[in-house]
């Protein structure tokens, strides 16, 4: 990092103390901008990294509930409202017992750059709660939603904040935190949450969204190498929406994904897949991964197993932050890995990202590889605007556009800054370079 943006990233951090996560993600900006001040030294008078680091606002609220037992429980709520230079406030809920202010302000600072990328008009924003929806009953998620819900509702509006899904949060948590908005409020306002159900004004394509980007931006790092995904043995970490939808669009575009996981062990199927049976485990049965081998005796469990040690041509880390750390990495990177493509929020630590760097894989960071859910949340946001619904495949042909855009735009600002093939670098500067053009355009407010 340069010196005086290694002054910045020091204030932060004493301004933010114990923010692990928060830190990190800045830290990884930062590491990207020393030349961005060079050319553009206004950014620097005009304190743009500073302003951009500091959240416009941060709300933290009480939520209490009670389960089926009748017993009360209390929760931490959190939306922090990062930055609107380009647009509403906008970013996922996720509810998590990891969950606290660090880790919604390393995903509200990321958002603000993927949500950039996109180049759709949207600011960036996140928020959740430290709940733990594992093993709780459908009431119980309800009720939980509901209070939640009676905080946030006064912070939200469709020219304010418009959440979406995130861990934890899919269409059931959705469809009952709109219901109580829609009631404490009496408005039918669709644009003030995305990722709805199809039946109440959500969008075709947006649960795949994420996940089918996230091949997408594959697609195009393995083009630029003369590569494509056919015949690919792939790894899919993780089991939930992102990590599901990444396997049904690999295998579509004719790679072999060979194993998934969850937070309690592996699954390899070396024939391929099932995914029909782990949609049916995960979506509608909510189980755990491990009944998976349960169905095919030709599966194996791997209890507590390291997902990163199987040997694959391409890696989707698709579960949560810090997943691949460096010796993930190196074994990824010593197995033949050729391309790694982030469905995740933060999936690989500062030492594995040097190491897949280093090495020369395609390395697609999250911001820029995960965007095609936020950006298919702002599509939903249109067709809400114009009370219209969109088909799949118009919808599809849109975000596979805006992933091929994202793709190109990275890949060339990673060059114009002297470091071609670093996605990281083409993410964070042209990421930066949107925002930071509308912070200065709107002055100093
Ligand atoms: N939580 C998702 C993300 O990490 C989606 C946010 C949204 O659709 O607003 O980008």
């Known amino acids: ?12 951090v004493a301004r933010n103390p114990g923010e692990t996560e928060f830190h990190q993600a800045v830290k990884e900006v930062l590491e990207s901008l020393g030349p961005v001040l060079v050319k553009h030294p206004e950014f620097a008078e005009l304190k743009i990294i500073e302003r951009i680091s500091e959240p416009e606002r941060q709300i933290i609220f009480r939520v209490p509930w009670q389960d089926d037992r009748g017993e009360i429980h209390i929760n931490r709520g959190f939306r922090v409202e990062f930055n609107s230079a380009l647009g509403v406030y906008k970013g996922g809920l996720r509810f998590h017992p990891s969950v606290y202010l660090g880790i919604i302000k390393f995903l509200g600072f990321e958002q603000i750059f993927k949500n950039a990328l996109t180049g759709l008009p949207i600011g960036g924003a996140k928020g959740g709660s430290d709940f733990d929806p594992k093993g709780k009953s459908d009431n119980e998620i309800m009720r939980f939603c509901q209070s939640f819900m009676t905080e946030l509702y006064r912070h939200l509006g469709e020219h304010t904040d418009v959440p979406a899904g995130d861990i934890g949060v899919g269409g059931r948590e959705l469809g009952y935190l709109f219901g109580q908005y ?7 306002e669709s644009t003030v949450l995305t990722g709805k159900g199809i039946s109440w004004g959500g969008s075709l394509v947006r649960t795949e969204a994420t996940g089918y980007g996230a091949v997408y931006f594959v697609r195009e790092m393995l083009k630029m190498r003369k590569e494509s995904l056919e015949g690919k043995t792939c790894i899919v970490s993780g089991s939930g929406n992102v990590a599901i939808y990444t396997m049904e669009k690999l295998a579509e575009l004719g790679a072999k994904v060979i194993a998934c996981s969850d937070s309690n ?50 890696a989707m880390p698709s579960a949560t932050q810090n997943e691949i750390n460096g010796n ?6 010593g197995n033949g890995c050729i391309a790694v493509g982030e469905g995740a929020n933060m999936p690989t630590t ?9 090495a020369g894989i395609a390395y697609g960071p999250g911001k820029a590889a995960n965007a095609g859910g936020v950006a298919t949340s702002a599509l939903e946001m249109q067709q809400n605007a114009s009370r219209d619904s969109w088909s799949f495949e118009y919808t599809e042909r849109k975000l596979d556009d805006i992933m091929t855009r994202i793709h190109a ?37």
């Open 350 to 358: 500062p030492e594995g990202v040097k190491i897949f760097l280093d």
């Open 328 to 333: 993930d990495a190196r074994h990824l990177v």
């Open 409 to 445: 735009s990275t890949y060339e600002t990673a060059e114009e800054y002297g470091a071609a093939g670093n996605y990281v670098v083409g993410a964070n500067v042209a990421g930066f370079i949107k925002v930071a053009r509308a912070v200065v355009a709107l002055g100093c407010i």
């Open 1 to 12: 990092m340069v010196e005086n943006v290694e002054a910045i990233y020091q204030r932060i």
């Open 265 to 314: 062990g592996v699954i390899v199927h070396e024939k391929g897949i099932d995914l029909d049976l782990v949609k049916r485990l995960k979506e509608v049965e909510r189980r755990r991964i491990s009944d998976y081998a349960d169905h095919h005796k030709d599966a194996k469990y791997l209890a507590g197993g390291n997902i990163w040690k199987i040997p694959c041509q391409i």
């Open 182 to 188: 829609k009631r404490i409020t009496n408005r039918y």
